[in-house]
């Protein structure tokens, strides 16, 4: 099992080269990146800062194993619906030069969930929209992972707890949508453990209802149930990760660790970004020394 973290929040202080040389120095054995800045993504963008940055990380014994696509995939207005699927297929693309196995592409949300008929309307064009994507997929050998969603309830007015469900956020409707699109080959379900917490789903369950053939990657990170907080693991509120590192160990989970928990970097000044780096891949090593073994 790699262990891989999000570099998103590195690139706001440092160089992709030198955002390489720290994690790999931190004891990381892979990376995820987000294609969250049009730069990465822009149509006139060479490919060859793709190709060398891939060397870059080979050499330094690390993997591109994951990648996030730009977000929202949808707002509702069709132009620039159709502006945003050319921004995810360009960040597949460019996640393909850099090796990556998975790319995470969020579901359309764009209407409220909690609505009477939307969940359904969505299946309906969420269904259309990754199977859109299947033929690029297949084209740059890439495989699109499906991620858990949660919706801010102020959207209709309502704020009790303010988080509501939404798209793939039970183990059904992540089933549903997994089993339809079928491929698993082109598609997989990416576990965003903190999302889980938001809509009061426990991960353990949910790692276990999506079992070794559906649960193809990973997003770790820690909340308090209460905002999507991404910090390190037993610092947030989930306060059982032996629960999900034996629902993983169960069910022989074969993809990657893979940290979204740039939080817990945030308030840190850039000096101390390499030593933080180097505790978060400590605790990882530990959570996936549990999810591989027993623990006395």
């Not at 891989?4 to 706001?12: D, P």
């Not at 054995?29 to 294609?35: I, V, Y």
């Not at 309502?158 to 549903?176: A, L, W």
Request: aromatic letters at 12%.
């Amino acid at each position: 099992m790699l262990l891989s973290t999000s570099i998103a929040i590195y690139l706001h202080q440092f160089s992709p080269e030198e955002t390489v040389d720290m994690l790999a120095e931190a004891g990381f054995t892979a990376l995820d990146f987000g294609f969250f800045n049009v730069r990465y993504y822009a149509k006139d963008l060479d490919g060859h800062f793709f190709t060398e940055l891939r060397k870059k990380a080979e050499d330094k014994g690390l993997v591109f194993n994951q990648a996030h696509a730009p977000f929202p995939s949808s707002v509702g207005k069709p132009e620039r619906d159709e502006e945003i699927f050319g921004d995810i297929v360009r960040s597949m693309k460019n996640a393909s030069l850099l090796g990556v196995k998975n790319i995470v592409v969020h579901p359309v949300q764009h209407l409220v969930y909690a609505n009477d008929g939307v969940p359904e309307k969505l299946f309906e064009m969420n269904i259309e929209f990754y199977n859109r994507l299947k033929p690029y997929c297949e084209e740059y050998g890439i495989r699109v992972a499906v991620e858990n969603m949660w919706q801010d309830k102020r959207l209709i007015g309502r704020c009790d707890s303010c988080i509501g469900h939404s798209t793939c956020s039970t183990p059904e409707e992540f089933i549903r949508y997994m089993d339809a699109l079928g491929d698993n080959r082109c598609f997989t379900a990416c576990l965003d453990l903190g999302h889980t917490m938001l809509v009061h789903e426990k991960p353990e369950e949910f790692i276990r209802a999506l079992g070794h053939d559906r649960l193809g990657a990973l997003h770790v990170h820690d909340t308090d149930g209460k905002s999507d907080l991404h910090t390190l693991p037993y610092y947030g509120g989930m306060g059982y990760w032996d629960r999900i590192t034996d629902a993983l160990r169960d069910i022989d989970y074969v993809g990657d660790f893979t940290y979204e928990a740039g939080n817990f970097l945030a308030p840190l000044p850039k000096e101390l970004y390499g030593t933080a780096s180097r505790f978060m891949a400590e605790v990882g090593k530990y959570l996936i020394q549990c999810c591989e073994q027993n623990l006395e």
